[in-house]
């Protein structure tokens, strides 16, 4: 692939995605509650080579499956446990969906689409946050990417294919869906499973070819990847499958049981948000760039199956009951490949892009005003609201800047990529210093920093009621927690099942009050944490008292 084949600012502008999600990941502390749990959960796991159950403060964590966990522990274990270990299978995971986006869209686009697909994929403020995140999604997107280009691919058959090599070329496909589909179970659950069928069922029943998601032995292949983990969990934890598909699935998206409620539109503005500038270069450039009906009068294919992509989940997740911004992940790569196809059209003109550079330069404008609208009506950490004026102020430029540049080159496809990818590319950059003091105000880093310089390898932390969730992961221990419920720990499973961790030998739960005997005749030393009440009667950090 010679630089001379593709156009050089198309490539650059892929290059300073990648460059962008990957600055400084480990520059700023892991924060509570998501990075500090995961991140945990992957050290012990690393710690104890039980690949098998995850597990948090040494109780099985079952709220969700092996694969993220086991590929951070294996990272772990070449790395150490630190904070690049943590964020890297994110970052791993983002870029490689980026690398499949490109290969994609050259196999269905033609070589420029596929770049710009992938750029644009990579350069939406959803795919920065959580390439960057200690947390399922990105692996999750990966793998319900792969299943979706597997099985539009089996439904694809090469052009003047004899009936056996199409035969062939649909199986290996159909097989690489299958692949795809387990392994996003083994991600987040039967979430994996759900989100690709109801995406490319109803591709294939538009198309007729069903036989593109049947194969017996792409059927057993996802059959094999799943059983023996699902075999070895149930064995271990009886009552698993029941809670995974019943608590952790069905109530998740029919109750509010869990919480994590909205209203209809909720996801609307994140997913508009999410993948700005790129959902309004497309808005604008839809009538102009959308390609052409064929000569059956039917849509284009592609742009049928990334319509699917889109509108389906959107309204799946909205209906649910459980909603939370990082459930639309999946859908970035969907609009990236539009904005390629957009762009890939009749005149191969950057179809609204434009539009896309007004957006980000009044993007730009309310993101200079945001530290007065923030100050008015958000409370902030004293060095989170420092931090703050001087990101809004570089990134806020950076917007306008990069907004009136596409506005004046819109005509050129290389260029308006490059310029409507640079705002988001710059991120990481700015906002160093105001990750690190969010990472200050919401991770256990300096607590852990104050109590190993009087910590000895004899030395028993007690939390009392509490757990910050990024400690363990700094201090490199489990805790003993006195709690009433076992909420501290933030696992639905473990809330639901406390009363069983309690009578089992070795469990770190012990009665909310038992430290106090404890703390009056202590013979080892010991580590107690616990919380405050600040001015606004809130719940502030937890505090140790050593003795």
Same mark, same amino acid.
Request: glycine content about 8%.
């Given at each position: 692939?010679?630089?001379?084949?593709?156009?050089?600012?198309?490539?650059?502008?892929?290059?300073?995605?990648?460059?962008?999600?990957?600055?400084?990941? +480990?520059?700023?502390? /892991?924060?509570?509650?998501?990075?500090?749990?995961?991140?945990?959960?992957?050290?012990?796991?690393?710690?104890? +080579?039980?690949?098998?159950?995850?597990?948090?403060?040494?109780?099985?964590?079952?709220?969700?499956?092996?694969?993220?966990?086991?590929?951070?522990?294996?990272?772990?274990? $070449?790395?150490?446990?630190?904070?690049?270990?943590?964020? !890297?299978?994110?970052?791993?995971?983002?870029?490689?969906?980026?690398?499949? &986006?490109?290969?994609?869209?050259?196999?269905?686009?033609?070589?420029?689409?596929?770049?710009?697909?992938?750029?644009?994929?990579?350069?939406?403020?959803?795919?920065?946050?959580?390439?960057?995140?200690?947390?399922?999604?990105?692996?999750?997107?990966?793998?319900?990417?792969?299943?979706?280009?597997?099985?539009?691919?089996?439904?694809?058959?090469?052009?003047?294919?004899?009936?056996?090599?199409?035969?062939?070329?649909?199986?290996?496909?159909?097989?690489?869906?299958?692949?795809?589909?387990?392994?996003?179970?083994?991600?987040? *659950?039967?979430?994996?499973?759900?989100?690709?069928?109801?995406?490319? &069922?109803?591709?294939?029943?538009?198309?007729?070819?069903?036989?593109?998601?049947?194969?017996?032995?792409?059927?057993?292949?996802?059959?094999?990847?799943? !059983?023996?983990?699902?075999?070895?969990?149930?064995?271990?934890?009886?009552?698993?499958?029941?809670?995974?598909?019943?608590?952790?699935?069905?109530?998740?998206?029919?109750?509010?049981?869990?919480?994590?409620?909205?209203?209809?539109?909720?996801?609307?503005?994140?997913?508009?948000?999410?993948?700005?500038?790129?959902?309004?270069?497309?808005?604008?450039?839809?009538?102009?760039?959308?390609?052409?009906?064929?000569?059956?009068?039917?849509?284009?294919?592609?742009?049928?199956?990334? $319509?699917?992509?889109?509108?389906?989940?959107?309204?799946?997740?909205?209906?649910?009951?459980?909603?939370?911004?990082?459930?639309?992940?999946?859908?970035? =790569?969907?609009?990236?490949? $539009?904005? *390629?196809?957009?762009?890939?059209?009749?005149?191969?003109?950057?179809?609204?892009?434009?539009?896309?550079?007004?957006?980000?330069?009044?993007?730009?404008?309310?993101? !200079?005003?945001?530290?007065?609208?923030?100050?008015?009506?958000?409370? &902030?950490?004293?060095?989170?609201?420092?931090?703050?004026? %001087?990101?809004?102020?570089?990134? *806020?430029?950076?917007?306008?800047?990069?907004?009136?540049?596409?506005?004046?080159?819109?005509?050129?496809?290389? /260029?308006? $990529?490059?310029?409507?990818?640079?705002?988001?590319?710059?991120? =990481?950059?700015?906002?160093?210093?105001?990750?690190?003091?969010?990472?200050?105000? @919401?991770?256990?880093?300096?607590?852990?920093?104050?109590?190993?310089?009087?910590?000895?390898?004899?030395?028993?932390?007690?939390?009392?009621?509490?757990?910050?969730?990024?400690?363990?992961?700094?201090?490199?221990?489990? #805790?003993?927690?006195?709690?009433?419920?076992?909420?501290?720990?933030?696992?639905?499973?473990?809330?639901?099942?406390?009363? @069983?961790?309690? %009578?089992?030998?070795?469990?770190? #739960?012990?009665?909310?009050?038992?430290?106090?005997?404890?703390?009056?005749?202590?013979?080892?030393?010991?580590? #107690?944490?616990?919380? &405050?009440?600040?001015?606004? %009667?809130?719940?502030?950090?937890?505090?140790?008292?050593?003795?």
């Amino acid at each position: 692939m010679t630089a001379s084949k593709y156009n050089r600012w198309l490539m650059a502008s892929l290059a300073i995605v990648v460059i962008g999600l990957a600055f400084r990941i +480990n520059g700023y502390p /892991l924060l509570e509650p998501d990075e500090g749990r995961n991140a945990e959960i992957a050290r012990e796991m690393a710690e104890s +080579n039980d690949y098998i159950i995850p597990r948090l403060n040494g109780l099985p964590y079952l709220d969700k499956p092996i694969l993220y966990f086991s590929v951070g522990a294996a990272i772990m274990e $070449l790395l150490g446990p630190t904070e690049l270990a943590a964020r !890297l299978p994110s970052l791993l995971f983002t870029v490689t969906t980026l690398m499949l &986006v490109w290969w994609f869209g050259h196999r269905t686009l033609g070589p420029a689409g596929g770049l710009i697909a992938a750029a644009a994929t990579g350069a939406m403020p959803l795919t920065l946050a959580f390439a960057r995140t200690v947390i399922f999604d990105s692996a999750l997107t990966f793998f319900i990417t792969l299943s979706i280009f597997g099985f539009y691919l089996a439904s694809e058959p090469p052009p003047g294919a004899t009936d056996a090599a199409g035969h062939e070329h649909a199986a290996s496909w159909t097989a690489v869906g299958w692949i795809g589909l387990a392994l996003g179970v083994l991600t987040k *659950g039967p979430i994996g499973l759900a989100l690709p069928l109801m995406v490319i &069922v109803p591709y294939l029943a538009w198309r007729r070819r069903w036989y593109a998601l049947w194969d017996p032995v792409a059927v057993l292949l996802f059959v094999a990847l799943l !059983l023996p983990w699902l075999f070895a969990m149930s064995r271990e934890v009886p009552d698993f499958l029941e809670y995974a598909l019943v608590t952790e699935t069905f109530q998740r998206l029919t109750t509010d049981e869990l919480r994590r409620t909205g209203p209809f539109w909720y996801f609307l503005p994140i997913i508009v948000a999410g993948s700005l500038p790129w959902s309004l270069v497309a808005a604008v450039g839809w009538k102009r760039g959308r390609p052409d009906h064929d000569a059956s009068g039917k849509w284009d294919r592609r742009l049928v199956l990334l $319509l699917l992509w889109i509108v389906i989940p959107l309204l799946f997740f909205s209906l649910s009951q459980s909603k939370r911004p990082h459930y639309v992940l999946p859908l970035m =790569p969907a609009i990236g490949l $539009l904005v *390629g196809l957009l762009w890939s059209g009749r005149d191969k003109r950057p179809c609204g892009a434009r539009g896309g550079g007004v957006a980000l330069a009044i993007c730009g404008i309310v993101i !200079l005003l945001a530290p007065i609208i923030v100050g008015a009506l958000l409370e &902030v950490e004293a060095g989170v609201a420092q931090a703050i004026p %001087g990101t809004a102020r570089m990134l *806020g430029i950076v917007c306008v800047i990069a907004g009136a540049t596409t506005f004046f080159v819109s005509h050129r496809r290389d /260029l308006s $990529l490059f310029a409507l990818c640079v705002p988001v590319v710059a991120i =990481p950059f700015v906002s160093m210093n105001l990750m690190s003091a969010i990472g200050e105000d @919401r991770s256990g880093r300096e607590m852990a920093r104050a109590i190993q310089r009087i910590m000895t390898d004899r030395t028993e932390i007690i939390a009392i009621q509490t757990y910050p969730l990024s400690l363990p992961f700094y201090l490199r221990r489990q #805790f003993l927690i006195a709690t009433g419920d076992g909420s501290e720990l933030t696992s639905n499973y473990l809330i639901r099942t406390y009363s @069983r961790w309690t %009578g089992t030998p070795g469990t770190p #739960f012990r009665p909310v009050d038992w430290w106090v005997d404890i703390l009056a005749n202590c013979r080892l030393p010991h580590v #107690f944490l616990a919380r &405050v009440d600040d001015v606004r %009667g809130a719940a502030a950090d937890p505090v140790e008292v050593v003795q």
